[in-house]
């Protein structure tokens, strides 16, 4: 079974930059596609982001392409997601999920993971 644990979020003004860390841990070798998703409020949850560890590919979403960068801190055991340039519109509870189902690629469904961290709250201000 596949563990894992959010760390990093908070609130921001528009414009700043926040660094998530989800730490992996149990049956890593199932965490080879790992996914941030956020759900914002009112929504379901919208796929942000994907790392594909044994090659390092990286896939994102439109809304966050160019402001966002998933990478793998092995040192850690964690998957990070660095956020800049935050706008309100990315205000929500981020989750990490692993353990995945199918082909790992970009704009993963929410049903395609078996493994979620607890969430953890970012909240960006105008």
């Known amino acids: 079974q596949v563990h894992l644990a959010e760390s990093g979020g908070g609130s921001v003004q528009a414009g700043g930059s926040l660094r998530l860390s989800c730490v992996v841990s149990g049956a890593t070798n199932r965490a080879t596609c790992v996914s941030w998703f956020r759900r914002s409020p009112g929504k379901e949850r919208d796929w942000v982001a994907t790392l594909y560890t044994p090659t390092s590919r990286e896939y994102y979403a439109d809304s966050v392409k160019g402001r966002v960068t998933i990478s793998r801190d092995s040192a850690k055991n964690a998957i990070s997601l660095e956020m800049s340039n935050l706008t309100p519109e990315d205000t929500g509870m981020y989750y990490c999920?692993?353990?995945?189902?199918?082909?790992?690629?970009?704009?993963?469904?929410?049903?395609?993971?078996?493994?979620w961290g607890q969430g953890i709250q970012v909240t960006v201000s105008s």
């Open positions: 999920a692993a353990d995945h189902i199918g082909v790992c690629e970009g704009n993963k469904s929410p049903f395609d993971f078996v493994a």
